[in-house]
């Protein structure tokens, strides 16, 4: 996308997280931010329990890398007139405001249309651009996470009440990607036809999606499924599709969705052989009909030896298998640094370099290049410069306040 600039009027997570896909793939993406306060997520002193450190900001790197920050006060009319500016260069626009906070400052589709009819605007809201409530604003929290049903899917009922997010901005990074994608059919749309769309993805669509399977047969049965409560053992209907404990309590998972051709090298490799040669094993349908007694031997077999063992020793097992890992085993995945999944940039406090990662679409095998998410303002003077604005105008609307 070299040459493809985004203005992007955004806070938080998810739609930012858009635009820092965006920038990964080579737009020079703007990020309009207060001139005082920042992006409010900036803020955040607090983050699923742990104290963050406002010089090393997971919320403000992981969604804001490779951009350029310049502060304009929207809610002036001249801070309103350096967005015009900004936006007849740009081919996207990029926001995530409510639609009330769109009209009052004057940037909703109808005024940057105005001064650029061929930028693709984009939204990004909890609910929709449509309906009784789109006016209502939300996280992931609430919109990916708990009203969409995925919060309620993953709970096992045993518990009472619903499991709680446990990942910030999770919904929202998701979501940021689709953005990401509607904007690239949208460029694709205006090359081909000189038409500009409007985009615009929701959390709970985002959710729905994700969840898409369950949603469809929730919807043809009237019937809802939900998470088991952890267990050592397999499927009641595949006993090779299951968690299973270690000796030391770690967590090894056989995901052999589809058992033939797998029997007899899946029990070899658990070291339960004789299995592959019991009737009630051999060939699946019985292995399926006896998924229990199956288990049980499974349970056992892995349950006898620790984690490290399984790790290394199904390594050469045909079928497919995974094991249970935190997120900080996979910073250090063998797997994960080889597809360069993994990216260093500069610390804003100047020590070591800080790591984000990377976007999930990769070309032609090349790692990602990117720079650190930029401090609030940053490069306000660089950006209205490369506009044509002369020094003297700057001056004066950094001393209006309506530039920073």
């Not at 910073?331 to 800080?354: S, W």
């Amino acid at each position: 996308m070299d040459g493809i600039r985004v203005l992007e009027v955004a806070q938080f997570t998810f739609v930012p997280a858009a635009g820092a896909i965006l920038a990964d793939w080579g737009a020079d993406v703007i990020k309009v931010e207060h001139p005082v306060r920042g992006d409010t997520q900036r803020g955040f002193v607090n983050m699923g329990g742990f104290v963050l450190n406002p010089d090393r900001h997971p919320l403000i790197e992981h969604p804001n890398r490779g951009k350029r920050s310049v502060g304009v006060d929207l809610a002036t009319a001249d801070g309103q007139r350096v967005l015009y500016e900004i936006a007849k260069t740009a081919d996207v626009f990029l926001t995530n405001y409510l639609p009330a906070a769109r009209q009052k400052n004057r940037f909703d589709v109808e005024h940057i249309r105005a001064v650029n009819p061929n930028i693709i605007y984009a939204r990004g809201s909890a609910y929709g651009d449509k309906g009784p409530q789109r006016d209502v604003g939300g996280f992931d929290g609430t919109a990916f996470w708990t009203r969409s049903g995925v919060g309620h899917a993953l709970s096992p009922a045993e518990l009472g009440g619903p499991l709680s997010q446990g990942i910030p901005a999770f919904g929202d990074s998701i979501g940021g990607m689709n953005i990401a994608g509607g904007i690239a059919a949208a460029l694709l749309h205006r090359e081909r036809t000189g038409a500009a769309l409007e985009v615009d993805v929701s959390l709970l669509s985002t959710a729905w999606w994700a969840a898409g399977a369950s949603m469809t047969q929730g919807m043809d049965t009237g019937e809802t499924m939900r998470a088991e409560m952890p267990q050592s053992g397999g499927s009641p209907v595949n006993p090779f599709l299951g968690n299973y404990r270690t000796s030391d309590g770690g967590t090894i998972n056989l995901c052999i969705v589809s058992p033939t051709g797998y029997i007899r090298d899946t029990f070899e490799h658990l070291g339960i052989p004789e299995a592959a040669e019991d009737p009630r094993f051999a060939e699946v349908r019985p292995l399926m009909e006896n998924a229990a007694a199956a288990s049980e031997l499974i349970v056992a077999a892995i349950g006898s030896k620790p984690f490290g063992y399984w790790r290394e020793h199904l390594n050469t097992m045909k079928g497919q298998w995974a094991p249970c890992q935190s997120f900080l085993d996979l910073a250090t995945d063998e797997q994960a640094l080889a597809n360069d999944m993994v990216v260093e940039v500069e610390a804003g406090d100047g020590g070591a370099p800080f790591k984000v990662v990377r976007g999930p679409v990769q070309f032609n095998h090349e790692p990602l290049e990117t720079t650190r998410a930029p401090q609030a303002s940053e490069h306000t003077e660089i950006v209205l410069m490369e506009l044509g604005m002369d020094w003297d105008r700057i001056a004066e609307l950094k001393e209006s306040g309506a530039i920073a």
